[in-house]
């Protein structure tokens, strides 16, 4: 038995003392399944990736093999930006470029870099538009909390979108404006994101009250990824992240709005994107997600909303009237995925919220802009987007009353305090899963007691896991099975391990002191800002001008 348990333990030390950072095969594993196959349909197009490189155990090497990644593309591509965040670089390769990037022992991996958006399904509405909805807060209950002195005061919302324009209802909470898409001809070209801003924290200055948002005295940062017809690419925001990490203190972001998303083509364990807001969450910021429009199908989801750490949002209808009785589960809302989500609902048709005069958006639709009694101009839009909005509003309500929240206990008190809706159950949810715990009730959430936090025993993706490498080395290692594949994991030490998915399938991420660890080595805020190439980006369109959801 000795003899056998030594051989078990030699094993695991030459299965995994190979190169630490370890990822996989390098001979065609290492580039995307989607991306090979886009790239052999026209070998010549030069296509947006993602090369991620192999992790180190040096502080601060990060920016170092993001640089490295900005080098390879420039030398067989064209080079875009360095993501540090995720030991990556975005830029253009052709398909003998990225085989041959994928083929070099440094590369861990080569992703397609996914054009992101708002989205939208197909099906016809299956229920006539209601009136314009300008009481969605009190559908979700976050007048009581207002009325009790709560108001999201003190706590920033950071809103990565097509922009977030000046507004009287915004007044002096914009803290702080970014741009990580194409160039900026005004505030807010698109329009998107200043509807989502109103909506998580307008104060309905302009229209007299009648027209205002979940959390009126939160603030704002806004931060620019998508451009002007509504399409960002996964390293714009990538990039709109990195820079939320690094000022996050400066502005007290303690929640990223992501009122967007893309077609998922792998599990969230192979997604940069996911990673990316893995990172961001792990580092004490609740990522609220849209679920996207692509309902009324199963498995709709849309990337990072997949990823099971997030808060991934659904919509209802609430039918333009303030009782939960009429609501039904919204027609285009998305659902599905092996992580059922989303996690709750909230509603997204026909919200009233900001409108930007001249905006892509306001030119397309001019059906849409809502009047108050006063004579000020509103606008009107559908989708996952709007619901997102009104999450993360209810998060920062929340955030004002326990700022000690952490992301999972957030999760855990907005998603275990949600209440049914519909008459008699009559909600049109076409599985038990596709409104996830039920609709928002930020009531409710601000008077729960604390909840068990959110997210126990889940394996982070594969960029997370190597991203956090640095920060995890020469911490204990804790393993959920000690024996697991014969292998002795207890005689192994960071300098024999080998970080691969076998052994983030096996390590006790739970076991990790997050608030404690070496945050300090990883320089996210070292990289000029201002050092991204987007000239060279083309930039495709999700095509706001077939946006047509009521």
């Keep these: 038995m000795r003899r056998r348990r030594l051989f078990g333990a030699s094993g695991a030390l030459a299965a995994l003392s190979v190169m630490p950072g370890c990822g996989g095969s390098i001979s065609g594993g290492n580039v995307a399944p989607a991306l090979r196959a886009v790239a052999t349909s026209d070998p010549s197009a030069l296509l947006p990736v993602i090369v991620e490189m192999q992790p180190t155990p040096l502080a601060g090497a990060n920016v170092t093999l ?44 080569v992703h397609p870099d996914l054009t992101v958006g708002p989205r939208q399904t197909s099906a016809p509405p299956p229920i006539p538009a209601g009136p314009p909805s300008a009481v969605f807060p009190q559908v979700v209950k976050a007048k009581q909390v207002l009325q009790s002195g709560i108001s999201g005061s003190g706590v920033t919302v950071a809103v990565l979108d097509s922009g977030v324009a000046s507004d009287p209802d915004l007044a002096n909470r914009i803290l702080a404006s970014v741009n990580f898409a194409d160039p900026r001809s005004s505030d807010d070209p698109g329009g998107h994101g200043t509807h989502v801003a109103g909506i998580v924290a307008g104060d309905g200055t302009r229209s007299a009250g009648e027209f205002g948002g979940i959390a009126p005295q939160a603030g704002i940062v806004d931060v620019r990824v998508l451009g002007r017809n509504g399409s960002g690419r996964v390293s714009s925001v990538v990039r709109g992240i990195e820079w939320v990490l690094a000022h996050r203190t400066a502005y007290n972001i303690r929640v990223i709005n992501l009122s967007f998303g893309a077609p998922a083509p792998a599990s969230y364990r192979a997604d940069p994107f996911c990673a990316a807001v893995e990172i961001a969450w792990r580092r004490g910021l609740a990522v609220v997600v849209a679920a996207g429009n692509g309902g009324p199908g199963r498995d709709t989801v849309l990337t990072p909303g997949i990823d099971p750490y997030v808060i991934t949002v659904g919509a209802t209808d609430d039918r333009g009237t303030p009782g939960r009785d009429d609501d039904v589960f919204a027609w285009f809302s998305a659902w599905g995925g092996s992580n059922p989500k989303p996690d709750l609902v909230a509603p997204g048709r026909r919200l009233v919220s900001l409108r930007v005069p001249g ?43 326990r700022p000690g929240l952490s992301p999972g206990e957030l999760k855990a008190l907005l998603a275990g305090t949600a209440r049914p809706y519909g008459a008699q159950g009559a909600t049109g949810v076409p599985d038990a899963t596709a409104d996830g715990s039920g609709m928002l009730d930020a009531k409710a959430a601000d008077q729960s007691p604390l909840l068990p936090a959110a997210n126990g025993g889940l394996r982070p993706a594969d960029g997370f896991a190597r991203a956090l490498y640095p920060v995890l080395y020469g911490s204990p290692l804790h393993w959920k099975n000690p024996l697991l594949g014969g292998i002795l994991w207890n005689l192994l030490t960071w300098s024999t391990l080998g970080w691969n998915s076998v052994a983030w399938d096996n390590f006790a991420w739970d076991s990790v002191a997050w608030d404690s660890v070496a945050w300090d080595s990883v320089a996210w805020d070292s990289v000029a800002w201002d050092s991204v190439a987007w000239d060279s980006v083309a930039w495709d369109s999700v095509a706001w001008d077939s946006y047509t959801l009521d």
């Design 66 to 109: 993001a640089n490295q990644a900005l080098a390879l593309l420039a030398a067989y591509g064209v080079p875009v930006a360095a993501l540090p965040l995720i030991n990556s670089a975005a830029g253009f390769a052709n398909a003998a470029a990225i085989e041959l990037i994928g083929a070099l022992p440094s590369v861990a991996f």
């Design 359 to 401: 905006s892509t958006l306001d030119s397309l639709y001019p059906s849409r802009v809502v009047t108050a009694q006063n004579g000020a101009t509103y606008f009107q839009l559908t989708g996952t987007s709007m619901s997102t909005g009104v999450v993360s509003g209810a998060a920062a309500l929340l955030l004002q009353r």
